[in-house]
């Protein structure tokens, strides 16, 4: 049997959308319709240990959506996700955040739910809070950050509490010019190696080209195709542009 470090087996994802309704239809309508609406159907993928795979796709195909459920933030509605064993750790905007905590504190929640001791999370504090390079702004509450500070900090934390899986949604893109070189350099580095497997969600065709050794096109809702990145890619630019 082969050996994977992740398995996405058939996985559906729906969300309940609340219709907005009256005080007055309300008061005299016990029952509301709610529309369902399928972000992922039924969806499936394996990565080998050390694999990196990109997913692209537009806006509103169910990337983030299928991000975070990989990473544990809510469970799939139908089918299964194996981790195998693995810890994973989730670099996106506006997850895992305590909004009215410190950007310290959050580097200490944030490894500890990645399963890191508080020492471990002590000792390698220096270095996080030296790559994130968003200064005085460590010791203010992250609600107080730019978009980009968000970023630079839940970049750092990741890459240097290197876990076996890690998730990247869109974090690569965002930030200074500087930092996206930096942090580019840093992911090269920690994909070298071979034990580690990443999942890069990204509209950035050559970050997912230089990168990545599949790429999986996501659309409304579904795995369109899976395959070589040069394949998978022209086929997505090829679709756009029409």
């Known amino acids: 049997m082969e050996?994977?470090?992740?398995?996405?087996?058939?996985?559906?994802?729906s969300y309940?959308?609340?219709?907005?309704?009256?005080?007055?239809k309300t008061l005299f309508h016990r029952r509301t319709r709610n529309e369902i609406f399928e972000a992922v159907k039924h969806v499936s993928f394996a990565v080998k240990p050390g694999g990196i795979?990109?997913?692209i796709g537009q806006n509103g195909s169910g990337k983030s959506t299928l991000l975070r459920s990989i990473a544990g933030v809510?469970?799939?509605?139908?089918?299964?996700i194996d981790l195998h064993?693995?810890?994973?750790?989730?670099?996106a905007l506006g997850v895992g955040f305590k909004a009215n905590l410190t950007g310290r504190q959050n580097i200490l929640l944030s490894g500890m739910l990645m399963g890191f001791s508080r020492q471990e999370i002590t000792d390698r504090m220096p270095e996080i809070v030296a790559f994130a390079d968003i200064g005085d702004f460590i010791d203010r509450p992250v609600r107080t950050y730019s978009s980009g500070m968000h970023s630079k900090l839940a970049f750092s934390i990741t890459a240097m509490l290197e876990t076996d899986i890690m998730l990247v949604d869109e974090v690569l893109s965002v930030g200074d010019e500087q930092f996206q070189r930096k942090s580019l350099a840093k992911m090269r580095q920690l994909i070298t190696d071979e034990s580690?497997?990443?999942?890069?969600?990204?509209?950035?065709?050559?970050?997912?080209?230089?990168?990545?050794?599949?790429v999986l096109w996501m659309h409304?809702?579904?795995?369109?195709?899976?395959?070589?990145?040069?394949k998978v890619l022209k086929d997505y630019t090829e679709f756009m542009a029409g």
């Open 16 to 24: 309940r959308i609340l219709n907005n309704v009256s005080i007055r």
């Open 220 to 230: 409304a809702g579904e795995a369109r195709e899976l395959g070589e990145p040069a």
């Open 3 to 13: 050996e994977f470090a992740l398995e996405v087996k058939d996985v559906s994802i």
């Open 53 to 55: 795979l990109g997913i």
């Open 74 to 80: 809510f469970a799939p509605n139908e089918g299964t």
């Open 196 to 214: 580690r497997t990443v999942l890069i969600v990204s509209h950035n065709i050559n970050t997912l080209q230089e990168l990545c050794g599949q």
């Open 85 to 91: 064993g693995h810890n994973i750790s989730l670099m």
